[in-house]
C-alpha cells in the first residue's frame, strides 16, 4: 500500500513531517487536583491527577520522596474493536508503566516526602500516537495541579514507511507494520526520557527518524506552554489581577 504519494501526501493529506492539529483543555474534571484533554488529531485522551496526598497503604510510603502511581485504560468506544477490554490488561499494564516512569522523570518527588500522587489517564478516542497522547495530557494535568517538575515531558512518534521518514503517525500508518519511534523529552533540560521502538531499523535512518520524533516534542512542548500562559492569563483576569 502507498502511504506517501508521488506528490509527497500522507493518506491524511499531510506531508511526511507535519503534525496533526493540536488541541488541549485544562481543568476538566473539577474534583481532580488538576486535569487535561489532549488531542492529537483524532486521539483524544483525559487525564486527571489527585495529591500530593496521604498514602494509602502505609506499606508502599517512602520518607524520601513521593510514590507516584498511574492507571492507564481504554474507553470501550475509543476503537471501532467493540470487545470489552479487560481492566488490568498485559497492554495496560505496560502501557501504565511506561507513563509513570517517563512521568517521574519531571516530578520533583524529593520535595513531597511521604505522600502519593495518583495519575489516571483513559483513552476516549483512538487513532494512533495514544502512547504520546496520554504522556502529554498527563503533564498538562501535573501542572494543573502545581504538582513541581522540573520540566514539563512532552512526547511524539515517527515511522518510516515507503522509504519515507513520517511524524506522528495515524492508526492507519501505525498499523501498517513498519518501524514506529515513540519518544519523550524534557525539552528545556534536552534528555529524552522515554524511547521505544516497535522494529529494527540502520542506525543511520534511526537517527533521523527519532531526530523527527524529538522535533515533534519540542512542537508539543510550545503548545502545552502556550495552553497554559493562556490559562493563567484567564485565572488573573477572573480574579481581577
Known amino acids: 500500500m502507498e502511504y506517501v504519494t508521488p506528490e509527497g501526501f500522507r493518506l491524511d493529506g499531510r506531508r511526511p513531517m507535519e503534525m496533526r492539529q493540536l488541541r488541549a483543555e485544562?481543568?476538566?474534571?473539577s474534583r481532580a487536583d488538576g486535569s487535561a484533554v489532549f488531542e492529537m488529531g483524532n486521539t483524544k485522551v483525559i487525564a486527571a491527577v489527585y495529591g500530593p496526598r496521604e498514602v494509602k497503604n502505609r506499606s508502599e510510603q517512602l520518607n524520601d520522596q513521593a510514590l507516584v502511581r498511574c492507571e492507564y485504560s481504554m474507553a470501550n468506544f475509543s476503537t471501532g474493536d467493540r470487545r470489552r477490554k479487560h481492566k488490568g490488561d498485559r497492554r495496560s499494564t505496560e502501557i501504565s508503566l511506561v507513563i509513570r516512569q517517563?512521568?517521574?522523570?519531571?516530578i520533583l518527588t524529593h520535595l513531597m516526602p511521604r505522600s502519593q500522587i495518583d495519575i489516571f489517564v483513559q483513552v476516549l478516542q483512538a487513532d494512533g500516537g495514544t502512547r504520546s497522547a496520554c504522556i502529554?495530557?498527563?503533564t498538562l494535568a501535573l501542572a494543573d495541579a502545581?504538582?513541581?517538575m522540573s520540566d514539563l515531558v512532552t512526547s511524539c512518534?515517527?515511522?518510516?514507511l515507503n522509504n519515507t521518514p513520517l511524524l506522528d503517525l495515524n492508526y492507519v500508518e501505525d498499523s501498517a507494520g513498519g518501524p514506529d519511534v515513540t519518544v519523550g523529552i524534557?525539552?528545556?533540560l534536552d534528555k529524552v526520557t522515554l524511547l521505544q521502538m516497535d522494529a529494527k531499523l540502520p542506525m543511520n535512518i534511526l537517527e533521523n527518524v527519532m531526530q523527527l520524533a524529538t522535533e515533534g516534542c519540542k512542537a508539543v512542548a510550545n503548545y502545552i506552554r502556550e495552553v497554559l500562559l493562556n490559562n493563567?492569563?484567564?485565572?488573573?483576569f477572573r480574579r481581577g489581577v
Open 26 to 29: 485544562i481543568g476538566v474534571v
Open 102 to 106: 517517563t512521568m517521574e522523570a519531571c
Open 136 to 138: 502529554n495530557a498527563a
Open 232 to 236: 493563567t492569563k484567564q485565572l488573573e
Open 186 to 188: 524534557l525539552p528545556k
Open 157 to 160: 512518534s515517527a515511522g518510516y
Open 146 to 148: 502545581g504538582i513541581p
